[in-house]
């Protein structure tokens, strides 16, 4: 072999590899670079795909075992430079292994894979049945394997223990692959089950639907991803050994209405741990590369041969080959065999017998079968890991400590012992969830019994899917065992006593066996989900203490809180809050007395506080609230304290904040001791303008700090304070208004002499230092400052423009304008799909606003919104709005003043999840809508993918009625009615059994409607739409039918129920007279309806007629023998026509056409005489 040229590549990456050598040490003529090619993983598999054959040479293949040649059991050296090397080479290229005597072969697949990675893949020439996977990683360190049909070993590269370099070692073909070796030939891949055709067809994708959302932990961070949708897989070793390096389409699993037990069955095999089994694409995609494997469920298998699934072993979290394979499609067959194939993702071997790779199990007397995961377990009635407990077991590894070196086991959820037992419901009545973790694994409860009565208590795990067989015990407070169950065939367990003493008992429950192993089971794989629920005899709740008192404000350390002793009580809870009713309060304590020092009230405070008695975990109702505080300790003395003698406005005094102060107290003296001082101010700020002294007198002043809790010490000034003489001209008594407008401060002053006018002053602080001129005036007292914000405070003060110059500032005042709450943001508009995160509202921002409120409705109430959240900016991402869910948004802007009104509705609605229902699958956007002539249609409303219909009025018509009768037995459904720019203009009325709408717009006017899931399942909808003239009669039954009538035929319908019906009916004349007449639908007789009443009444005729083929028939006769008419379709209307005149032998007749609808009978939800109306005119004849 001629020397290779050593190629160090810097971006590459791999898991497992073989070593292979360029044929002659020169790359293909393919010419591609690493950058060029495309890279991916391998997978175990069945039968050999033969290369092309130019490549083909003339050797006996079928028998020969190509890895004799290699003797070692560990190759610790070979060609390093030239693998690295054969990364450049392309499809088609002749290499040789440089192993043994070498092992020649050609390139069947190049791949770039994630991360980084690069695989490829080599068929050996002189073998059918033996191919290499390797692969590079950035590091430049090489991984891979070598396997045979025809050869029981296998050669994987791995890291050597002692220098962490690349050795080839030689191992067990099963401990790669899913597989078994038997007389000369490797078979890969669980045995099919009995049930399917080895040699069924693959199965296309048309009419799949897609695999329903399907989580056992989500937001775990390892992964479980079952596949039903079909994939496409390309640069695995399954390609490279089975496909010929081609990519390997996999059509979605054929049975998709079996997909929610088989997703059951694998989660509960794999409970105990961490880690979440799931249907969601997207919770693959965002796991860890390194903490996920996917299970491909597919009917597509003529790639790969006979077998119900297959894996590579240790190959979870492999970025080179995520997959493992199902190719059973019934339920035990997908469920056990993907079970089986994640465990050997795991790290997991086959267990089997002396005699057989996989041992089928056993049946025990009961009735009840068993067999391992790692065997074959297809219609067993228990599937569980196991540790080879069973006879003759080839291999006794234990399967839950293996696959922990991947997945995480579960925290336990109920302790093992009395010590922490969990508490069970003091009411005698408890119904709690848990699970058994792992065979030493048993989970304590406590509980009480008041007085003897009856125990009824029982332990079950899933109904159809389980791995855990439940046990037992009733222990008493010593810890001996009252009763045990652990029945055997049965897998749940109960305990039932007549007669119970009363007294603290425990339940202790745990996973048991079946018989013995050779015929049942152990309680090693017997873990897994169980609900633990019964009753026993509880105490009655004590009785509402009374007498409840707290202090007020007696100490300084807190606040007594006592009431009246309950008899029996063992403990009380003291409750507290801000809130006259309660609503706020929280448990602050759990005295044995009936009293509580409650030392973390803060001083000052008002709180409310309640109380109960608790009796053998019972706890009473609420005490009546009583309030209390805690008395402030004395504030600490505000010195310093400071005058300033510079003005000649006032003397200013200041002083420190002294802690616990609420307000200070000013006191004033000629002398520098506070005995004889006059107070002359009380504030709650730190500075005071003593306006009244006059100019050139010396005063002292002095500073008390004040609260609740008592005085301070005074702090006096060190200096007496002197206000200097007023120089000639300057402006006094500025006074600025407080709010008082909410569009101006008026500031006003007296003149200052020789004053021509002034300028206007405005600062933020106290101080006309660093102020801001905002106005010049002429020789006025007044202004009105405009330009300020809303509720800010600001400093004023004036100077008067003299002939000299101007004075000096006036005194300071402060003033502010009048902040209002804000008017309701305009412009709102909500994201309708078009953001990939959720819906995104918008609206322009409002002036004087601090925060904006984001509500979410799903109706076009705000008042039943719910409130999303505050923001000071003028959007919000709803990342919560649920996939294709369409919502109303309402805003509100906020400042200090108050919240400004709800805007009106704004639709919007976030990506949809577009799951298939029904034939409207690509309505799911406003934007999209199904267009819809009148008629009905039926469809199905699924949560996450919203119908959107577009309908048209006919010219001339302006109104639209919309009937929509849903299957209420799966749930509810919403109907809104929408201009094409998706603004609301009309939401559905509640009939029985069905949604309503009637809108009256512009002739001919085009609109959107929406229906929506609003709770339940699929729920299946007809739905049937009119296009109306204003005088034509309309679809809805049961509900205000909303019909507008000419003049002469009447104004509107009275009554607004179904039963009822009252239309007034005038004829043009102006006589008024009393029409008899009454509409009935039947549902209680599908397809019948019947009309009844009397038009025989004189001085005025009544007539019916119904409308049949086009042709008015009459029928006034029938009417009044109450007859039926037989033979409608469901939900189908006939018009009848009622027709009055003034008198026999009137001329003049004026008739109303009515509409009566027929039921819907697969619904079967409307009540007998559920579309009443009765014709009667209230007024009296003339």
């Known amino acids: ?112 894979l994630p991360q980084g990675l690069l695989s490829i893949g080599v068929k050996l020439d002189e073998f059918d049945n033996a191919s ?19 050869s029981g070993s296998a050669w994987r590269i791995e890291r050597s223990e002692k220098d962490g370099q690349e050795v080839l070692k030689r191992i067990s073909a099963d401990a790669l692959i899913c597989a078994r070796y038997e007389r000369g030939n490797l078979l890969p891949g669980m045995p099919p089950e009995p049930e399917a055709s080895e040699n069924s067809a693959d199965s296309g994708p048309g009419g799949y639907a897609s695999a329903p959302l399907l989580e056992s932990r989500p937001g775990s961070p390892r992964v479980i991803y079952l596949n039903f949708d079909g994939e496409t897989v390309s640069g695995t070793p399954w390609n490279s050994s089975y496909n010929a390096g081609s990519p390997i389409e996999a059509a979605p699993f054929s049975n998709p209405s079996l997909i929610p037990d088989i997703w059951a069955s694998i989660a509960e095999d794999y409970a105990v741990y961490e880690v979440n089994v799931t249907t969601d694409r997207a919770a693959f995609e965002n796991a860890a590369p390194q903490h996920r494997v ?27 080959n995520p997959f493992c394979w199902v190719f059973n499609v019934t339920l035990s067959g997908a469920a056990e065999s993907g079970s089986h194939e994640i465990g050997h993702a795991l790290g997991l071997r086959h267990d089997g017998t002396s005699s057989r790779v996989y041992y089928t199990g056993h049946t025990h007397s009961s009735g009840v079968s068993w067999a391992p995961i790692m065997g074959t377990g297809y219609n067993r009635t228990v599937v569980q890991f196991s540790k080879g407990e069973y006879p003759s077991a080839s291999r006794t590894e234990d399967d839950f400590q293996i696959m922990s070196g991947y997945l995480s086991f579960l925290p336990d959820d109920h302790a093992n012992s009395p010590i922490a037992a969990t508490p069970l419901s003091s009411d005698g009545i408890f119904n709690l969830n848990g699970i058994i973790e792992n065979a030493n694994d048993s989970d304590w409860f406590r509980f009480q019994s008041a007085a003897t009565g009856p125990l009824s208590v029982h332990v079950s795990p899933p109904a159809q899917f389980r791995n855990l067989d439940t046990g037992i015990e009733l222990l008493d407070e010593a810890l001996d065992v009252v009763a045990s169950s652990a029945p055997e065939g049965p897998f749940d367990a109960s305990i039932e006593l007549p007669s119970l003493p009363p007294g603290i008992y425990y339940l202790r429950v745990h996973g048991t066996g079946l018989g013995d192993l050779a015929n049942g089971y152990g309680n090693y794989g017997s873990v897994g989900n169980y609900t633990l629920g019964g009753t026993f005899t509880a105490a009655p709740p004590p009785e509402t203490p009374t007498g409840l008192s707290a202090t007020d404000g007696s100490s300084t350390d807190g606040v007594t809180v006592s009431w009246n002793v309950v008899t029996p009580a063992d403990s009380y809870h003291v409750y507290r809050g801000l809130l006259e009713d309660g609503s706020d309060a929280a448990l602050i304590a759990s005295p044995a007395v009936p009293s509580h020092f409650d030392e973390s009230s803060i001083a000052g405070i008002i709180y409310h506080y309640f109380v109960t008695a608790v009796h053998l975990g019972r706890e009473s109702t609420r005490s009546p609230g009583e309030t209390g505080w805690r008395q402030r300790l004395p504030p600490a003395s505000p ?26 107290r000013i006191w004033r003296n000629a002398s520098d001791t506070f005995p004889g001082s006059t107070e002359v101010a009380n504030t709650s700020l730190l500075s005071w303008h003593d306006t009244t002294t006059a100019p050139g007198e010396a005063w002292y002043y002095f500073v008390e700090s004040v609260n609740t809790g008592g005085t301070s010490a005074p702090a006096g000034s060190p200096t007496a304070g002197v206000r200097i003489a007023l120089p000639s001209g300057t402006p006094t008594e500025l006074s600025a208004s407080d709010g008082t407008s909410s569009l101006l401060t008026l500031l006003t002053w007296s003149a200052g002499d020789g004053a021509t006018g002034y300028r206007i002053y405005r600062n933020s602080i106290e101080s006309s230092g660093g102020a801001t001129e905002i106005a010049q005036v002429g020789n006025v007292t007044s202004y009105e400052d405009g330009t300020g914000s809303a509720g800010e405070i600001y400093w004023y003060f004036v100077r008067a423009i003299l002939s000299g110059g101007d004075s000096i500032p006036s005194n300071l005042d402060e003033g502010s304008r009048q902040i209002h709450p804000p008017s309701p943001p305009v412009g709102v508009t909500a994201s309708m799909g078009s953001h990939p995160d959720g819906v995104l509202v918008s609206w322009t921002v409002t002036p004087d606003t601090d925060t904006y409120y984001v509500y979410r409705g799903i109706d076009g109430n705000p008042m039943t919104a719910e409130l999303l959240g505050e923001t000071g900016s003028n959007s919000w991402l709803d990342e919560e709005a649920a996939p294709g869910r369409t919502y109303r948004y309402f805003i509100k802007a906020a400042n200090s003043a108050g919240t400004s009104d709800f805007t009106s509705a704004s639709l919007g609605f976030g990506p949809e999840s577009d799951p298939l229902d029904d034939l409207y699958e690509n309505n799911d956007d406003l934007s999209v809508p199904t267009v819809l002539d009148p008629g009905a249609i039926e469809a199905v409303a699924v949560d996450g993918d919203p119908d959107w219909f577009e309908v048209t009025l006919a010219p001339g018509d302006s109104r639209l009625d919309l009937l929509v009768p849903y299957d209420v037995d799966r749930g509810s459904i919403l109907v809104s009615l929408h201009e094409t720019s998706g603004a609301p203009v009309a939401s559905h009325l509640d009939a029985p059994g069905a949604k309503v709408l009637s809108y009256t717009g512009g002739d001919g006017g085009t609109y959107r409607i929406l229906v929506e899931r609003d709770d339940g399942a699929a729920v299946p909808y007809h739905l049937e739409w009119r296009s109306l003239s204003e005088d034509d009669s309309g679809l809805v039954p049961d509900v205000t039918l909303g019909l507008r009538f000419p003049p002469s035929l009447g104004k509107e319908i009275i009554n607004g129920k179904g039963a009822g019906q009252s239309i007034l009916l005038k004829l043009r004349s102006g006589d008024l007279r009393r029409v008899y007449g009454e509409a009935v639908n039947f549902s209680a007789v599908p397809g019948s309806f019947a009309i009844r009443g009397s038009g025989n009444r004189k001085p005025f005729q009544l007539e019916y007629d119904i409308l049949q083929s086009g042709i008015w028939k009459r029928v006034t006769a029938a009417m009044r023998r109450n007859g039926l008419v037989r033979d409608l379709d469901p939900l189908s209307a006939a018009t009848f026509r009622i027709s009055a005149s003034r008198g026999k032998g009137r001329s003049k007749r004026h008739s109303r056409l009515l509409r009566c609808l027929s039921a819907k009978p697969q619904f079967e939800s409307y009540p007998v005489d559920t579309s009443v109306l009765r014709l009667v005119d209230r007024a009296k004849r003339r």
Do not use: C
Request: a negative charge.
């Open 132 to 150: 290499a996977y390797l692969t590079l990683n950035q590091e430049g360190k090489i991984g891979g394997h070598l396997s045979s049909r025809n």
């Open 1 to 112: 072999m001629r020397s290779q040229i050593p190629i160090i590549l810097a971006s590459a990456a791999a898991f497992a590899g073989v070593a292979l050598v360029l044929k002659n040490g020169e790359p293909s003529g393919h010419g591609k670079s690493v950058s060029d090619v495309s890279v991916q993983t391998a997978v175990e598999g069945t039968a050999p795909i033969p290369a092309p054959e130019s490549n083909l040479r003339t050797l006996s293949r079928a028998t020969i075992d190509p890895f004799e040649r290699i003797e070692e059991e560990e190759v610790t050296s070979f060609d390093r430079d030239s693998l690295l090397l054969l990364f450049q080479a392309g499809p088609g290229t002749a290499v040789t292994l440089p192993f043994g005597e070498g092992l020649t072969g050609r390139v069947t697949m190049t791949h770039s």
């Open 639 to 664: 010195a310093p304290v400071q005058t300033t003698d510079d003005s000649p406005h006032s003397i200013r005094v200041s002083w420190t904040a002294a802690e616990r102060a609420q307000s200070y």
């Open 294 to 320: 996917m299970a491909i469920f597919t009917p597509t298998k003529s790639w790969y041969g006979s077998a119900g699934g297959v894996a590579y072993v240790d190959s979870f979290g492999d970025p080179t």
